[in-house]
C-alpha cells in the first residue's frame, strides 16, 4: 500500500517528530510512504478568512501535487477537512470540482486511516501515564472522526485514559480566529486548561498540532506540569523504547 504523507505546516516547522512518528508507524504496518516535496499550505489561513480566489491557487497547486497518490494521510484533522472543501471551492468548475472530490475521497486523518483502512486497533505501544484527550473540532464535526482516537489509546498498554470535562468544547485556536479575536480565544484555552486541570492528567494528548501547539503554551505559561503529545508520539511509543520519560 503506497501511502503520501500531508505532513502539514505547522508539523513541519513546530512539530517534526510527529511525522516522524506518523511515517515509523505507516512503515512498521507495511505501508510505502512517500513525501511529495511540492506540497505547502493546503489553504485553510486564506479560505477563512475569505480569500477563496487566492485559496483557489493552492488547492489546485495540491491537487496536482498530490494526484498521483493511492492513498494520503496527514496527522491533522483540521487538514484533512480542508481537502474536504475544495470540492465547494471549485464549484462551476466541473474538471476541477471532479479532480478536488476524488483528492478528498483518497484522503485520511492519521488515526481514521489506521482503523478504517488498515483495520488496526492495537498498534503495541506503551506507555505508563495518567492521561486525558482533547478532540479536535474540525476532526470531529467536519470529518466525523470521533471514535478512532479512543480505541487506539484503549489498547496503549499502561494509559489510564481519564475523560476531559467539556471535552467537545473548543480550545480557541481556530487559526485566524485565534489573532482576530484574541481576547475570546484567551478565555477559551484559559477553560480549555482549567478543565484539562481537573483531570489531575500529567499528559495531554490531541491529534491536532494547532490544538497542541495552543494548549501546551497556555499551560507552560500558567506553569501547569502537564506534558502535551501527539497521539502518533503515543501509538509510537513502543515497549522497548525508552527514550522519554513516562508523564505521571
Do not use: W
Amino acid at each position: 500500500m503506497r501511502v503520501s504523507l500531508f505532513v502539514t505546516c505547522l508539523t513541519d516547522v513546530f512539530f517534526p517528530e510527529v511525522g516522524k512518528a506518523v511515517v515509523e508507524i505507516l512503515e512498521r504496518l507495511g505501508c510505502e510512504v512517500d513525501f511529495p516535496e511540492t506540497q505547502t499550505c493546503c489553504g485553510q489561513p486564506a479560505y477563512n478568512s475569505g480569500y477563496h480566489l487566492e485559496t483557489k491557487e493552492v488547492a489546485e497547486h495540491m491537487i496536482e501535487t498530490f494526484e498521483p497518490a493511492e492513498y494520503i494521510v496527514t496527522p491533522s484533522g483540521s487538514c484533512a477537512a480542508m481537502f474536504h472543501e475544495y470540492e465547494q471551492l471549485f464549484s462551476g468548475q466541473p474538471d476541477l470540482q471532479a479532480r478536488a472530490r476524488a483528492l478528498a475521497n483518497r484522503t485520511y486523518e492519521f488515526t481514521q486511516f489506521l482503523t478504517e483502512i488498515l483495520q488496526v486497533d492495537d498498534l503495541g505501544a506503551e506507555l505508563h501515564a495518567t492521561a486525558t484527550y482533547h478532540p479536535s473540532c474540525h476532526m470531529n464535526r467536519l470529518l466525523g472522526v470521533t471514535e478512532a482516537p479512543y480505541r487506539l489509546l484503549e489498547n496503549v498498554k499502561g494509559l489510564k485514559l481519564i475523560p476531559l470535562p467539556h471535552a467537545h468544547d473548543c480550545c480557541g485556536f481556530g487559526g485566524t480566529f485565534s489573532v482576530k479575536m484574541n481576547a475570546i480565544s484567551s478565555r477559551m484555552v484559559d477553560e480549555k486548561a482549567q478543565h484539562i486541570e481537573e483531570t489531575r492528567a500529567g499528559l495531554l494528548i490531541g491529534a491536532d498540532c494547532s490544538c497542541l501547539m495552543n494548549i501546551g503554551g497556555r499551560l507552560s505559561r500558567l506553569g501547569k506540569p502537564v506534558k502535551v503529545m501527539h497521539i502518533a508520539q503515543v501509538l509510537n511509543h513502543l515497549r522497548q523504547r525508552g527514550d522519554e520519560k513516562d508523564a505521571d
